[in-house]
């Protein structure tokens, strides 16, 4: 088992930046692939990074160049920092923990982004 807890979310005015950071707990040893999606009202969950053990980072085009995701060497950290940052990126953002063989979910945080 894996726990996530994500923290860092809240209201950012637009073309600010913020950063959320997720804590493994449990397992971490399994852990192979860590990463954030958001959630959008009335839209479907979609990545925003994902970051391998072995190497290996993903951005969605949405936010490439302007998001960077990093881990703690110890695995049980991963924060993502996201600069000039748009009412689209109004969302509930997530942290996702992969192992070979299950996907563990934090609760979210929620980030505003005021129009």
């Known amino acids: 088992q894996v726990q996530l807890v994500e923290s860092g979310g809240g209201l950012v005015q637009p073309g600010g930046s913020l950063r959320l950071s997720c804590t493994a707990s449990?397992?971490?040893?399994?852990?192979?692939?860590m990463g954030w999606f958001r959630q959008a009202p009335g839209k479907q969950r979609e990545l925003v990074a994902t970051?391998?053990?072995?190497?290996?980072?993903v951005y969605a085009d949405s936010v490439k160049g302007r998001t960077t995701i990093s881990r703690s060497a110890a695995w049980d950290t991963v924060w993502v920092q996201m600069h000039y940052l748009r009412p689209e990126d109004t969302a509930v953002y997530y942290c996702?923990?992969?192992?070979?063989?299950?996907?563990?979910w934090g609760q979210g945080t929620q980030v505003t982004v005021p129009s």
């Open positions: 996702n923990a992969g192992t070979p063989t299950v996907e563990y």
């Open positions: 449990g397992n971490i040893a399994a852990i192979n692939i």
């Open positions: 970051i391998r053990r072995y190497g290996g980072i």
